[in-house]
C-alpha cells in the first residue's frame, strides 16, 4: 500500500472555498433540507441514498435517478415523520426509506435511466 506524506496546512498556505454547484450537485439541497427539518428525516435521507447509491451501482437505476428518489422518499416520509425520534423510530425509519426507494424505482426508471 502506497504512503503518503502528511497534509501540512501551513505549507499550503491559503485555502479557497466557492458555494457548492447545486445543479450539478442536487442532493446537497435535500441534505440542506433534511438537516433543517431534523427528527427522522435525516435517517429517512441517508437510508435512501444509500439505497438509490446500491441500486445505481447494481445499474438497476439511472444515476439521475438518485436524487429524484431520494426527493420522493422524503416527500413520502412527511406524513410519518418524528421530531423526537427513538432509536426504535430511527431503525424502522431506515428500513422503511430503503423500501421506499424500491417502491419509487419504476418511476425514477421512467424519467431517468438512461439504458432502457
Known amino acids: 500500500m502506497p504512503s503518503f506524506k502528511s497534509l501540512d496546512l501551513a505549507a499550503v498556505g491559503t485555502l479557497t472555498f466557492r458555494a457548492p454547484d447545486l445543479d450539478k450537485y442536487p442532493c446537497i439541497p435535500l441534505a440542506y433540507a433534511a438537516g433543517r427539518q431534523g427528527g427522522t428525516m435525516t435517517a429517512c435521507l441517508n437510508a435512501a441514498n444509500e439505497r438509490a447509491n446500491e441500486l445505481f451501482r447494481g445499474e438497476k437505476m439511472g444515476y439521475l435517478g438518485i436524487p429524484k428518489s431520494i426527493e420522493m422518499v422524503m416527500e413520502k416520509h412527511k406524513q410519518d415523520w418524528r421530531e423526537h425520534p427513538s432509536l426504535e423510530d430511527i431503525v424502522q425509519v431506515d428500513r422503511w426509506a430503503?423500501?421506499?426507494?424500491?417502491?419509487?424505482?419504476?418511476?425514477?426508471?421512467?424519467?431517468?435511466?438512461?439504458?432502457?
Open 98 to 116: 430503503r423500501d421506499a426507494v424500491d417502491s419509487v424505482l419504476p418511476r425514477c426508471n421512467d424519467l431517468y435511466l438512461i439504458n432502457k
